[in-house]
């Protein structure tokens, strides 16, 4: 049991913890999310509601909280209880209406709207208004005490139901209201497992039972009671009686449950042991069950880290393809190599080619003068198959990594948020890919231009031009003999070949090496950039998540803070 | 597709359809299976075999079921109902542990008690038992249901009321005055249950226990709950099971709907139709359109092109050009164009004993190629699923991919088997050709008798002269001519030449891009487009079992 005078170091160890509950991230759809975060949610009310104004204020009246089924005769017993109608009773069900705290006027200071229950604002006239508390000044309450009647546990209102939730969770002491018809529904008996496992003070009243089947209903509710954990609370029985015009039970049929809680209200120590097992209860179940939601973060967690897997794997690969198929040469296939052909010379030189290279840089240069347009056509050919490339890489890395997402519930849900069009790439990619692919050539062009700076006055130079040298260029830097076959490495090697002479011819050896390097670099980097973006996409819905490597420690370490106070507590 | 509606409409006029209907659902979970999510489809599965189980069973009796929360007085009103003490009434709750069922009439139940599960030491023959009255004859075919509890901490009592909520053709449910607004039984078993109000009765019990006064307004109350969870019409009777007030009301309404028979037939209609609206909700209903015209070009383009159609193409140009130079070229000098290598037969085309066995020595697709048909098969399915369920998209797209891993065998077998061979010789060849011969006869003609004309010269013998033509000697001008117009036919042969060639290559390419289409078609088009049809087919069966 803790210290009746709770330390200053427990009420911020609760409120750090309060806070990381709260941030904790859950939004991901992991199996059996919702519960945690229903859990969640219920414990950083009762921390805002219940356990830190309680410890703030551990003088404050008891708070009875008279709770159970709808039609069980919640109302008509508090009225009973006060002895005058300070709450309406109807048969009509569920009843809509604000929840009514019944206290003496010399409590009164103990309910402000800042004390316990702060969401609900605080009036003093009946309302149906099921965010606010009808409080009620009443003498015949006795001081130190108070009596709320909330509204129905079961009811098909569900902002009923949760409202009750939130009351029990903020009561010092459990009224339970049952009845012959209602002692062994579920619902109940969900809320009295709950009240049982955190050690809650509870009394219950079967209410509305005929005179002839008391003993028996009695007998099987106390056993049932036993069974779940609840053999010490205290069983009142009311039997069914006429009510008067006012709508009040003979004052005899609640004598008992009036006599318990008089005594109660008297007995300051009693009331305080009362209010500490309850807090102590709460205290200690919040501290359990954080770690179940450190555990669903954990969750959370190790998701995310494979979703992000996932998307990256996918990229990763497409990027890997697109980097072999830029430098195996199959760029310079088909198209691009007829416009080459035609760009150096005639189609059927490649065969003497290695023999009479020298020749054909003649022919070579005699066609970039004949037909300066040509280069132009090399270059969009260029272009064109790297537009497509960039755009089928896009496309297959975004299929891939939607599918591995879908085939996981969090992923869907994810990928719905998005209104599903991340199975394809963006839709300005198309755009950015071909202003990409040109900038890539202007840079190659302005490349070959800064390097021939020097050289712009030798003939050599003069005769290529910057677009002609340029054009050499992009054969040169995807031409790779590897990945081909057969006649090819003789087309596409022996095109490069022609390329390269010429380039050589007019920055040596040592700069054509670097310059295709640095050309080849740029592209390999402008499609990094542009796959990044892509990926980008996906990577954002995950940070939405908010799920860092640290979430889980950062719960779990605030709940050690709360057991260490605790600890210590009860060490001293 | 459209003609399954139409037979469909046909039937229903016949009046026998919820057989059809039935059949329909199966069909459309069965065209589903693999594309929808697999729980909806295994409650429309378990929803067809009811129903199939249903009405193979006695269509003579009706099965009504007292369903309600524990203590609002089921058993008190079975036991009203049948006369009989047969279901135990107390005060400690839960009291019903077992469903009890008695059935009325004098035809056997026995077989459709079974399929409820209900065993016999739980079943009651009502004529069996007591003599005929005319109650006991009005519920004639009467198979009454006391269900347990649904609300109750035990929880295999809520499963069997679940399993007989499912199975039972009229649901009464039995609601009390403290209990009637819960939870349980809205949100689990009446608001889910809202399109079933023609099969469903609502009873007040205990009714006795409601203060004078507030009756009416109790049941208006109950009426607006009903109504909030979208059951707007059912019929809400008052009773008492311990006055016995409102239990003949309650025993006349359940009598029509035994004397209709209707009640199996109509609940498993409304099973039927909320399943098929669940899964059209899932299915999506938007209308299909072929394949675009454009989108399918343009793979055929990005095929052809993967395929290596120009390259084949090129090489027919050239190699027809080649060999009709050569067959109308001068044949003196024709030795030299054999030196070339022909370029069909280094792809291994073109040759006559090309079979399908035969791989071709095209290079294979380049990756810029392949990217293209690629972009080219995803641009053709995101077409042709534009407006379908993303599980619909998703499986189109799948069977559109499905063939992509042996296509570019498929190509090749393609431009293989196309016969592109240039084998056959025109006639306009044969003549140049047979021209070219003769100017050779001719021109050998006139150099021999040059040849004759010297010899004879040398010999000294005679003085022959040649005839002169316009002062040329014919010899000579025989010689000159013939090699002349040798040279100017071989020039026109081969201007003709390549005139043929080009024709020859835009056939080869006309011929080469139909087969490539056939690919395209079988491997790509035709999958995607069989998706297309399952979706429709699953789209129009369970329009014909909801009923539209």
Not at chain 1, 26 to 50: F, H, I, T, W
Not at chain 1, 178 to 205: C, G, M
Not at chain 1, 268 to 278: F, L, N, S, V
Not at chain 2, 12 to 32: I, K, P
Request: a neutral charge; charged letters at 25%.
């Amino acid at each position: 049991m803790a210290s009746p005078r709770p330390s200053a170091a427990l009420t911020t160890a609760l409120t750090r913890l309060r806070q990381e509950l709260q941030a904790a991230p859950l939004r991901l759809d992991v199996p059996a999310v919702a519960k945690v975060r229903g859990s969640r949610n219920a414990m950083v009310s009762q921390l805002e509601d219940y356990i830190l104004p309680r410890l703030v204020q551990i003088d404050a009246p008891l708070l009875a909280v008279v709770g159970g089924s709808t039609g069980a005769g919640k109302s008509t017993l508090v009225n009973s209880l006060v002895g005058r109608s300070v709450t309406a009773a109807g048969v009509l069900r569920p009843t809509t209406r604000s929840p009514v705290l019944v206290h003496n006027p010399a409590d009164a200071t103990w309910f402000g709207p800042d004390r316990i229950l702060p969401e609900l604002a605080r009036t003093t006239s009946p309302s149906t208004d099921i965010g606010a508390l009808h409080l009620v000044a009443v003498d015949t309450v006795p001081p130190g005490l108070a009596i709320l009647d909330a509204p129905d546990v079961d009811s098909v209102e569900t902002a009923n139901r949760t409202l009750a939730a939130q009351l029990l969770a903020a009561a010092d002491l459990w009224l339970f209201v049952t009845s012959a018809a209602r002692y062994a529904d579920q619902v109940p008996w969900e809320f009295l497992k709950a009240a049982a496992e955190r050690s809650t003070a509870v009394a219950v009243v079967l209410d509305r039972t005929a005179p002839e089947s008391v003993n028996e209903v009695r007998a099987h509710l106390a056993r049932m009671l036993t069974s779940h954990g609840l053999r010490d609370s205290p069983l009142f029985t009311v039997p069914e009686s006429a009510v008067s015009a006012e709508g009040l039970l003979d004052p005899q049929a609640v004598a008992p449950v009036r006599g318990w809680l008089q005594e109660l209200s008297a007995d300051a120590t009693a009331r305080a042991q009362i209010i500490a097992q309850t807090l102590d209860g709460a205290i200690r179940q919040v501290a359990f069950r954080t770690h179940e939601v450190a555990d669903a973060v954990a969750e959370q967690q190790r998701v995310t880290a494979s979703l992000r897997h996932d998307a990256a794997s996918a990229y990763r690969r497409a990027e890997a393809d697109l980097t072999e198929a830029l430098g195996d040469g199959t760029v310079l296939r088909g198209e691009v190599l007829a416009r080459w052909q035609e760009f150096v010379g005639a189609g059927g030189f490649a065969r003497t080619m290695e023999h009479h290279v020298s020749r054909l840089r003649d022919r070579f240069v005699a066609a970039v003068r004949g037909r300066g347009q040509s280069a132009e056509d090399v270059s969009s050919a260029v272009g064109h198959g790297l537009h497509v490339l960039l755009l089928e890489h896009a496309e297959s890395a975004a299929e891939r990594a939607h599918r591995s997402w879908s085939s996981t519930e969090p992923g869907r849900s994810l990928l719905q948020e998005s209104q599903g069009v991340l199975g394809r790439a963006s839709r300005d990619f198309r755009e950015k890919a071909e202003r990409a692919v040109r900038d890539w050539q202007q840079q190659l062009l302005e490349v070959v231009r800064e390097e021939g700076a020097d050289k712009r006055a030798t003939a050599r130079f003069l005769a290529y031009g910057v677009n002609g040298l340029g054009v050499a260029l992009m054969v040169v830097v995807f031409a790779s003999t590897a990945g081909l076959t057969g006649s090819e490495v003789g087309i596409a090697g022996g095109t490069a070949v022609v390329g390269q002479k010429v380039l050589e011819a007019v920055f040596g050896d040592q700069a054509v090496r670097r310059l295709a390097a640095q050309a080849r670099d740029d592209l390999v980097r402008r499609a990094h950039d542009l796959l990044q973006v892509e990926e980008e996409r996906f990577v954002a819905l995950l940070d939405a998540v908010g799920a860092d490597e640290q979430s889980a420690d950062r719960v779990r370490d605030a709940v050690r803070a709360v057991d260490d106070v605790r600890q210590a507590a009860r060490a001293r | 597709m459209t003609g399954l509606v139409v037979g469909a409409r046909r039937l229903l006029r016949r009046g026998d359809d919820l057989v059809l209907r039935v059949d329909a659902l199966q069909e459309a979970v069965t065209s589903g299976r693999g594309r929808l999510d697999d729980a909806a489809l295994n409650d429309a599965q378990e929803t067809v075999d009811r129903a199939q189980e249903r009405l193979r069973l006695s269509g003579a009796h009706t099965v009504v079921a007292l369903a309600g929360a524990t203590g609002s007085g089921k058993s008190s009103l079975f036991n009203k109902l049948t006369g009989l003490d047969l279901a135990a009434v107390g005060v400690r709750r839960p009291t019903t542990s077992w469903a009890l069922a008695c059935a009325w009439g004098p035809d056997d139940a026995a077989d459709l008690l079974g399929w409820l599960g209900i065993p016999a030491r739980h079943q009651v023959q009502r004529t069996s038992l007591l003599d005929t009255s005319t109650d006991d004859s009005r519920l004639a075919g009467l198979v009454l249901l006391d269900l347990p509890d649904h609300d109750s901490t035990e929880v295999s009592h809520h499963l069997e009321v679940d399993r007989l909520v499912k199975h039972a053709d009229l649901l009464v449910w039995v609601l009390d005055p403290q209990k009637y607004a819960d939870a349980a039984i809205h949100d689990r078993y009446l608001r889910p249950l809202a399109t079933h109000s023609d099969v469903m009765l609502v009873v007040l019990n205990q009714a006795d226990q409601l203060p004078a006064g507030t009756r009416g307004s109790t049941l208006a109350d109950v009426r607006r709950l009903l109504s909030a969870d979208g059951l707007h019409d059912v019929p809400v009777l008052a009773t008492s099971a311990r006055t016995g007030a409102g239990v003949d009301e309650l025993r006349a309404a359940i009598a029509k709907r035994v004397r209709a028979k209707a009640a199996a037939t109509a609940r498993l209609a409304l099973d039927v139709s909320a399943t098929a609206q669940r899964l059209t909700e899932l299915n999506g209903t938007a209308a299909t359109s072929a394949p675009g015209k454009d989108r399918v070009a343009a793979l055929d383009d990005a095929l052809a092109e993967a395929a290596g159609v120009p390259v084949v193409v090129q090489a027919v140009r050239r190699s027809t050009a080649t060999r009709r130079r050569r067959a109308t070229g001068w044949p003196l000098i024709r030795w030299v164009g054999r030196l070339r290598k022909d370029p069909l037969a280094d792809l291994h085309l073109g040759t006559a004993d090309s079979t399908a066995l035969v791989r071709s020595s095209l290079p294979p697709a380049s990756k810029v190629q392949q990217a293209r048909v690629d972009l080219a098969v995803r641009d053709l399915a995101e077409d042709a699923s534009r407006g379908l369920d993303p599980s619909w998209a998703r499986s189109v797209r799948t069977a559109s991919s499905a063939n992509s891993a042996d296509l570019h065998d498929a190509l090749d077998q393609a431009i293989v088997s196309t016969g592109i061979a240039v084998d056959r010789t025109p006639l306009w060849v044969r003549a140049f050709n047979a021209v070219q011969w003769l100017l050779v006869v001719v021109a050998v003609v006139g150099a021999g008798w040059l040849a004759a004309l010297a010899g004879l010269a040398f010999l000294q013998v005679g003085a022959y002269q040649p005839p002169r033509v316009s002062g040329l000697a014919l010899p000579t001008l025989l010689l000159v001519v013939a090699v002349v117009l040798g040279l100017a036919v071989a020039a026109a042969g081969r201007a003709v030449a390549d005139r043929s060639a080009a024709r020859a290559a835009r056939r080869a390419d006309v011929r080469l891009r139909g087969a490539i289409a056939a690919v395209a078609d079988e491997r790509v088009v035709q999958p995607l487009v069989a998706e297309l049809t399952a979706y429709e087919h699953t789209r129009d069966a369970l329009r014909v079992a909801g009923g539209r």
